[in-house]
């Protein structure tokens, strides 16, 4: 039997309450899960109830094969798509789906977010892409997500939402974050102009910075 950690339950259920205050979606909408790097178990939010309301014991935990290892609350209908992650990338351990405002503006019009900013580049991936339609919940949704995805830590779920990952859900949140203020200048300036995309290699250079020089050493 493997350990069920309550600090896990707890830090799943503050990124949602802070997920909803920070306006990164409304309702019951989105869900949030993190893995335990020691044990492989996955901690996800609960279906369908208000993120205020959500204690920590609603949190479900599950194994990498969708099966319900603690709680007795229905997990997220989205459960498919985070373990589909989290089985594909090693380096993931913590996801956020939400249905934020601008991503989503994009998503409708099935546009790709293109690499515009610095924050972007550095933490999120050169670009952004949108992936192929699939109902909520479905293993086709998962599946397209995850194509579309790839090894960046974004990827627009068209007339839906976004899903960001990363490591921790502190870093998840911020990549949420980053990826929708992008959204946000990028349709302010298509509709004033015509916005100058970064060039592959500034991107590359930018991305070298972030992960080899930048910060206190
Ligand atoms: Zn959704």
Redesign the pocket.
């Known amino acids: 039997m493997q350990e069920i950690k309550d600090e896990l339950k707890r830090v799943v259920a503050g990124a949602g309450v802070t997920m909803i205050e920070q306006g990164l979606t409304v309702g019951t909408?989105?869900?949030v899960s993190v893995r335990d790097s020691e044990t492989g178990l996955i901690y996800i939010s609960p279906s369908g109830i208000d993120y205020e309301d959500i204690r920590d014991e609603d949190i479900v935990v599950l194994n990498d094969k969708l099966e319900v290892v603690d709680g007795s609350a229905t997990p997220s209908i989205?459960k498919r798509l985070h373990v589909a992650i989290y089985n594909a990338r090693e380096d993931v351990n913590a996801v956020i789906?939400d249905?934020p405002l601008y991503s989503s503006v994009l998503g409708v019009n099935r546009m790709e977010l293109p690499g515009i900013s610095e924050d972007l580049v550095q933490i999120v991936g050169d670009k952004i892409i949108c992936s192929e339609y699939a109902l909520?919940g479905t293993p086709e949704l998962a599946k397209n997500a995850l194509k579309a995805l790839g090894d960046r830590n974004a990827v627009l779920?068209p007339n839906?939402?976004t899903l960001c990952v990363g490591k921790d859900l502190k870093n998840v949140l911020r990549i949420c974050h980053v990826v929708e203020k992008a959204a946000h200048i990028y349709i302010l300036a298509k509709s004033i102009g015509t916005p100058h995309l970064l060039s592959e290699e500034n991107i590359k250079a930018m991305q070298y910075f972030a992960r080899h020089l930048y910060g206190q050493r």
Do not use: A, S, Y
């Open positions: 909408w989105g869900n989205e789906h249905h909520p779920l839906h939402g």
